[in-house]
């Protein structure tokens, strides 16, 4: 919410707003997947090496990286219309 009150003249309920917020929330949910996977690597790491199968790993991985892009666009979204709304809100009027 705060990228919406920095930049109220930008992010607006339009193509070229909802680009720029979408693409600033991006890069602020970036730091918070990092933290999740963070937080979840060790102990993904100790499931990944019971596994015997090579095949089954290797599956496992690319299962780990698409939940944490799914994460990542999920949040992304999510931030994104928050920016969004909150923008409008400091802007005072509808569309801007």
């Known amino acids: 919410m705060g990228l919406g009150l920095v ?3 930008f992010f607006l309920f339009s193509n070229t707003g909802g680009v720029l917020a979408f693409g600033s929330a991006l890069i602020v949910q970036s ?10 690597w ?3 790491k100790i499931v990944q090496d ?19 892009l799914r994460v990542w666009f999920m949040r992304s979204c999510l ?13 005072g009027d509808g569309l801007g």
């Open 50 to 68: 019971t596994e015997n199968s090579l095949q089954r790993r290797n599956k496992m991985f690319a299962n780990y990286k698409n939940r944490l």
């Open 7 to 9: 930049g109220f003249e």
């Open 79 to 91: 931030y994104a219309l928050l920016t969004l709304i909150s923008a409008m809100a400091v802007r």
């Open 42 to 44: 060790q102990r993904f």
């Open 31 to 40: 730091y918070a997947v990092f933290e999740i996977h963070r937080a979840a």
